[in-house]
């Protein structure tokens, strides 16, 4: 079965600091794979995702990750974060059997102090 | 644009009442459903899925049930409910052969006293 591992509980970063948030995933065949973000009091939305071909995908606000194969990761990162960053941030791979359920991460945290 | 409704958003129940959580999904038809309940430091647990009417499947053996009577309209039932079913539930959709993106409904916060 698929999971995902999240390390980073809580980070807390000032404004203007570089960001990236570690995600591994266990699954030995084609993942979709997704980085969803809950700001507070808001509904939880895609960040961005990878299905295929540049590894390197850039979604909303500036995000970018990056998908490497022989490390089963998809790392979060911004060059330079927001207060308005802060926000609960969720890795996500796909599965490929039921109804292509989605397999979440325990979540990060982020703090980001003005 | 497709939009996804969940009610109530808060709810306070006590232990061994029923419970009826409601979801809707606008503009679009025949979308998976999905019903995933979030809980603090645990990330999001997916607790029933459906793929058209009448059909539901479960994640996790539960105390809860799932039922989809309409197209776009997903419920979470319970007969009673327990204190351990206090959590965040979250309903989602996904359409269905293009891609697998879910989009998540505001949610319901569930407490059970």
């Known amino acids: 079965a698929q999971s995902v591992s999240q390390h980073n509980h809580h980070v807390i970063l000032s404004e203007a600091a570089s960001l990236e948030l570690g995600c591994n995933y266990s699954?030995?065949?084609?993942?979709?794979l997704f980085w969803y973000v809950q700001y507070p009091g808001q509904h939880l939305q895609l960040l961005l995702k990878?299905?295929?071909?540049?590894?390197l995908v850039k979604g909303i606000k500036g995000f970018e990750a990056e998908f490497i194969k022989s490390k089963f990761s998809f790392n979060l990162r911004k060059p330079s974060v927001q207060w308005s960053d802060t926000a609960e941030y969720f890795c996500?791979?796909?599965?490929?059997?039921?109804?292509?359920?989605?397999?979440f991460g325990t979540g990060t945290r982020l703090t980001v102090i003005p | 644009s497709q939009t996804i409704h969940q009610w109530p958003a808060t709810l306070v129940q006590p232990v061994g009442s029923p419970l009826s959580l409601e979801c809707t999904v606008e503009?679009?038809?025949?979308?998976?459903l999905y019903w995933y309940r979030q809980a603090a430091g645990r990330g999001l647990q997916l607790l029933f899925y459906?793929?058209?009417?009448?059909?539901i499947s479960s994640e996790v053996p539960q105390n809860l049930s799932a039922s989809r009577p309409q197209d776009r309209q997903f419920i979470l039932s319970s007969k009673k409910l327990l204190l351990s079913d206090s959590g965040f539930y979250l309903c989602?959709?996904?359409?269905?052969?293009?891609?697998?993106?879910?989009?998540f409904g505001p949610g319901t916060r569930l407490t059970v006293t």
């Open positions: 989602a959709w996904m359409r269905t052969g293009i891609t697998y993106e879910q989009y």
């Open positions: 699954y030995g065949g084609t993942v979709n």
């Open positions: 990878y299905f295929s071909g540049d590894p």
């Open positions: 996500a791979v796909n599965s490929k059997t039921g109804a292509n359920n989605l397999f």
């Open positions: 503009g679009t038809s025949n979308p998976n």
């Open positions: 459906s793929v058209g009417i009448g059909q």
